[in-house]
C-alpha cells in the first residue's frame, strides 16, 4: 500500500484509475494493469505496482514504496520474478519521470524508493511481464506477515514512546500513546500515567488536571514520578501565580479551599524523589494547615530554598527548616519488614521493592510464611515474587549486570522506572563512578542478550542523563559517546535509529572534546545515518548538519570534510525528497559553499506535494530562542509560499505582541527547547485549541519538519 492511510491510498487509487491509458493495449493487459494497480490499497503489499503509459505510448511499470524498509523487501522480489532478463530492473532506486500525470499523482504520497520497470513492447514480452508481475504480488501475499506474527513487543513501544518525549516529538509520542490504548496494551490506569507523562514533558499543566479521572489518579497506587507531576500540576495550575505575586492570603485560601482536597491523598512521606519546587510548596501548605504533620516538618529539612516565602511561615530562616528530634522504638525485623511490603503496597517503586527485598531477607523461614500469608502482607509479596523474582538493582550499574541473566525478563519494565527513580546527581559528580559506569556498559556488549537489552533500554537511558541539572556535563562525556556508540551498533544490527541519539550528539558537541574524540563521534554519526539512507533519515541528517555547524570544532578541516560528505550523500535523495526538505538541504548546501548542481541535482524542479498550495494564505508564527534558526525557517517558508505570513518571536515572557501572535496565528510552532519557558506557557495559555506543534531541535530544519509533519 502507498499513502499514509488506507483513505488516502484509496483517494490515490481513485485518481490513477481516472488517468489510466493503459486500456489502449487490449482487454487482456488492460485486465492484469487494473489488478497491478489495486496494489496501491493493498496492505500487504510493501507499496505499488502501477502500470502506465509514458509520453510516446510505451507501458511502462512504476513503483513506489512508502519506506525503504518496505523497498528492501519489494526488490529482491521483484528481482527474482522480474529482473534484467525480462524487464529493465535492477535493484536500483530512480527518480519518477517528470511530467506524467500519473507520476505527479504517486509523487504527491512522498514515497522513499521509487523507480521505473522498463519492459519490451511485443505482445508476449509485455504480458509476460506483467503476469510475472502478479507472481510477485501472490508471492508476497503467501508470505508470512512477520509484523502480524511477531508483534512488537509492549515494551519496545514504550521505549519508542520515551525516545519521542526525549526529542519533543508531541505527535509521534501521542500516536504511540493511541496504539497502546487501542490494542490494549496496558490497563487503563498505566495508560493514564504515560498521559501525565507526555503531557508534563511539554508543561501542559492544566490539561493534567483536567484530565477525565484526575480524582482517581490521586487515590490510586502509581510511581513516585506521577506523583511528583500531580503535584506540580496543581501547584502550576491553580497557585503558582498567586504565589509568584506574593499574594499570601489568596495563596493559602485557594490551598484550603480548591487544592488541599486534591493533594492530600499524595502528600505522603518519604517525599518522591523528583519531586520538583512546586510539590515541595504543596507539602509546606500542608503542613501549615495541619500542624500535627510533623513528618513532612521532618521531610522538608534542607528544602527551603525551594519554598520561598513559605520557609518563614513555617517560622524558619533559610536554609534552617530542621526536624523535631523523635526518639523512635526499636523495631524488630519483621516489623520492618511489615512497613516495607505495605510501601510496596502503597506506592509502586523499584526502590520500594529493593528495599522490601532487603527487609524480607533477614527474615527467619517461620516469619516469612507468616507474612505470605497474612493481610494486607500477601498482596505485596506477591507483587515481589512477580516482578522480582531474583532481586531488583537499585542503580543503572547493577541493572546492566544484570542484563546478561536470562530470568531478568523485565528488564525493560525496570529501565523505565529507574529512569525517575536512581538519583543521577551521584552518578555524575564522582569520577569513578563514571567510569564503572562506562566499564558496566562495555562489558554488557560482550554478551547477545544484555546487548540487545541495553539496546533497548537506550531511550530510558537518555531520559536518566537529561534529568542532570548540569546536563550535560563535561565529567559525563565518556559516558554520552560510550551510549552513541551503542546507538550506532543497534542501527548496524537493524535496530530502530533512535531520535534520542541526537540529544547524545548535541550534548557531546557543548561540553567540548578532542580531536580523537571528535573524530570518534563523526564516525558514529556515519554509523547511525548509514551509506544508503532513505529520505526517512533526512530530517536526523540535516539536524546532524546543523548541530556540527553551531559548535565550535577541534579540528575544521575534519568538520567541513564531514559535513560536505554527509551532505553530499543526500543529493541522490534530492529527487524524492518534499518541498521543505529540499529546501533546507538547499540551504544548508548554499551555508557550506556546496553546489548541489555539481552533483546533477536539478534543483529547479519541484514536487508535487502541494506544500505551496497548503501554506497559501496561512498566518505562521514561530517561537524560538534561537533567533537565527526562527529567521532561516521564515525565509524558507516565504520562499515557497509569496501569500504566507510568517511571524518569529524570542519573548523571555509575555507580551501584547506575543499574545497577538498566539490568537491570531493559524499554526504556532514552539522550539522544545523552549518549551518549558515562561513565554511557552502563556502561548499556550492564549492558543486555547488551535495548532501548536514542537520543534525538536534549535534549527531551522527542525522546524519545517515540524510544519511538514503537520501538513501531511
Known amino acids: 500500500m502507498i499513502g499514509l492511510d488506507i483513505a488516502d491510498a484509496q483517494s490515490v487509487l481513485s485518481d490513477l484509475e481516472t488517468m489510466s491509458t493503459t486500456s489502449t493495449f487490449g482487454p487482456e493487459v488492460e485486465d492484469v494493469c487494473r489488478q497491478l494497480r489495486t496494489t496501491v490499497v493493498d496492505p500487504a503489499f510493501p507499496g505499488a505496482l502501477i502500470p502506465t503509459a509514458n509520453a510516446v505510448g510505451r507501458l511502462q511499470i512504476l513503483v513506489a514504496t512508502p519506506t525503504m524498509m518496505a523497498w528492501r523487501r519489494l526488490s529482491p522480489v521483484l528481482k527474482a520474478f522480474a529482473g534484467p532478463t525480462m524487464t529493465s530492473f535492477n535493484g536500483i532506486t530512480a527518480p519518477l519521470p517528470p511530467g506524467e500525470p500519473a507520476t505527479q499523482r504517486l509523487a504527491q504520497t512522498l514515497p522513499a524508493a521509487t523507480c521505473v520497470i522498463q519492459i519490451p513492447q511485443d505482445r508476449k514480452s509485455v504480458l509476460s511481464a506483467l503476469r510475472a508481475l502478479m507472481r510477485v504480488r501472490e508471492t508476497i501475499a503467501r508470505a508470512p506477515d512477520l509484523q502480524s506474527a511477531v508483534l512488537e513487543p509492549t515494551s519496545w513501544l514504550l521505549a519508542r514512546f520515551q525516545d519521542n518525549l ?30 501525565v507523562q507526555l503531557l508534563a514533558a511539554f508543561g501542559d499543566w492544566a490539561a493534567i488536571v483536567s484530565l477525565a479521572g484526575f480524582g482517581s489518579l490521586r ?64 507539602y509546606a501548605l500542608e503542613n501549615l494547615v495541619s500542624a500535627s504533620r510533623s513528618d513532612i516538618q521532618e521531610a522538608l529539612a534542607g528544602e527551603n530554598s525551594s519554598l520561598g516565602w513559605l520557609a518563614d511561615e513555617l517560622g524558619t530562616r533559610p536554609g534552617a527548616i530542621a526536624p523535631h528530634p523523635t526518639l523512635k522504638p526499636a523495631s524488630s525485623p519483621i516489623d520492618d519488614a511489615r512497613a516495607a511490603l505495605v510501601q510496596v503496597d502503597a506506592v509502586e517503586a523499584v526502590d520500594n521493592v529493593a528495599a522490601a527485598l532487603a527487609a524480607l531477607a533477614k527474615l527467619a523461614p517461620a516469619e516469612l510464611a507468616l507474612l505470605r500469608d497474612a493481610e494486607p502482607f500477601s498482596t505485596a509479596f506477591r507483587l515481589i515474587e512477580v516482578n522480582a523474582p531474583g532481586g531488583v538493582p537499585s542503580s543503572w550499574i547493577e541493572w546492566l549486570e544484570k542484563t546478561a541473566d536470562p530470568t531478568f525478563t523485565n528488564a525493560l519494565e525496570i529501565a523505565r522506572h529507574g529512569k525517575d527513580e536512581w538519583s543521577v546527581g551521584s552518578s555524575t559528580s564522582d569520577p569513578f563512578q563514571v567510569a564503572a559506569f562506562v566499564a558496566a556498559l562495555n562489558h554488557a556488549q560482550a554478551d547477545q542478550l544484555a546487548s540487545e537489552r541495553t539496546a533497548q533500554a537506550l531511550p530510558f537511558l537518555v531520559a536518566w542523563l537529561q534529568q542532570d541539572p548540569a546536563f550535560p556535563g563535561p565529567t559525563m562525556a565518556p559516558v ?21 541519539s541526537q540529544v547524545l550528539v548535541e550534548a557531546l558537541l557543548t561540553v567540548g572534546i578532542d580531536g580523537a574524540d571528535y573524530s570518534s563521534l563523526i564516525a558514529d554519526i556515519d554509523e547511525l545515518a548509514g551509506q544508503a539512507f532513505g529520505v526517512d533519515m533526512i530530517y536526523w541528517v540535516l539536524d546532524t548538519i546543523e548541530n556540527f555547524m553551531r559548535a565550535s570544532a577541534p579540528d575544521a578541516k575534519i568538520r567541513e570534510g564531514f559535513l560536505h560528505s554527509i551532505l553530499a550523500r543526500t543529493a541522490p535523495l534530492y529527487g524524492r525528497l518534499s518541498t521543505l526538505q529540499r529546501t533546507a538541504v538547499r540551504r544548508l548546501a548554499g551555508e557550506l559553499g556546496w553546489s548541489l548542481e555539481a552533483f546533477g ?103 519545517l519538519r515540524a510544519l511538514e509533519e503537520h501538513l501531511k
Open 480 to 500: 554520552y559517546s560510550s551510549l552513541l556508540t551503542l546507538f550506532a551498533l543497534n542501527s548496524t544490527r537493524g535496530g530502530s535509529v533512535y531520535e534520542s
Open 219 to 282: 487515590l490510586a497506587r502509581r510511581p513516585p514520578a506521577i506523583t511528583a507531576l500531580l503535584l506540580e500540576a496543581l501547584y502550576r495550575t491553580h497557585l503558582s501565580d498567586l504565589f509568584d505575586a506574593g499574594d499570601r492570603g489568596r495563596v493559602h485560601d485557594t490551598y484550603r479551599t480548591t487544592v488541599r482536597d486534591l493533594a492530600q491523598p499524595m502528600l505522603s512521606v518519604p517525599l518522591p524523589s523528583t519531586l520538583t519546587p512546586g510539590g515541595l510548596k504543596l
Open 601 to 703: 541535482v536539478n534543483v529547479d524542479s519541484e514536487p508535487n506535494d502541494g506544500v505551496s498550495y497548503k501554506l497559501d494564505g496561512l498566518r505562521i508564527a514561530i517561537y524560538s530562542l534561537t533567533e537565527t534558526s526562527s529567521r532561516q525557517a521564515k525565509n524558507a517558508i516565504e520562499e515557497m509560499s509569496p501569500n504566507v505570513v510568517v511571524d518569529c518571536a524570542a519573548d523571555h515572557g509575555g507580551s501584547a505582541r506575543l499574545k497577538a501572535m498566539a490568537e491570531n496565528a493559524d499554526i504556532f510552532v514552539v522550539t522544545w527547547l523552549s518549551a518549558k519557558h515562561a513565554a511557552t506557557e502563556f502561548i499556550r495559555e492564549h492558543r486555547g485549541d488551535r495548532t501548536l506543534l514542537y520543534a525538536q531541535g534549535r534549527g531551522f530544519s527542525s522546524i
Open 166 to 195: 526525549n526529542v519533543g516529538r508531541r505527535d509521534a509520542a501521542t500516536v504511540i500513546l493511541e496504539r497502546l490504548k487501542d490494542e490494549l496494551r496496558l490497563d487503563a490506569l498505566n495508560t493514564k500515567f504515560l498521559e
